[in-house]
């Protein structure tokens, strides 16, 4: 885990486009019940694009806070990986 500048972090705005609303409730909910305790970092991908943690970013900038810790995940080390970042395929078990 590291602290990154949050203005370092990519955010695809067309993957959370039609949840806007929901989301600045979330937000809402979020500020108001803040624990830092419960605070989790952020995962992006390897070229810095959110992969989790969109309602943290948002709750952060709202704080203005400048630095936001992140986990870099790395598809290159899970079977079938997606490289757009959106998840994996699980792998099945054999049979044995």
């Known amino acids: 885990?590291?602290?990154l500048p949050i203005k370092k972090i990519k955010i695809d705005e067309s993957y959370y486009a039609d949840k806007q609303e929901m989301f600045k409730a979330d937000v809402f909910y979020m500020l108001a019940n803040f624990?830092?305790?419960a605070?989790?970092?952020v995962m992006i991908d390897k070229s810095g694009l959110l992969l989790d943690g969109y309602h943290r970013v948002e709750v952060a900038n709202q704080q203005g806070l400048s630095f936001i810790d992140v986990v870099i995940q790395d598809n290159d080390l899970l079977e079938g990986?997606?490289?757009?970042g959106r998840g994996w395929k699980e792998k099945?078990?054999?049979k044995v």
């Open 35 to 37: 624990d830092r305790k």
């Open 39 to 41: 605070w989790a970092p």
């Open 1 to 3: 885990m590291l602290a």
């Open 81 to 84: 990986g997606n490289k757009k």
């Open 92 to 94: 099945t078990p054999s």
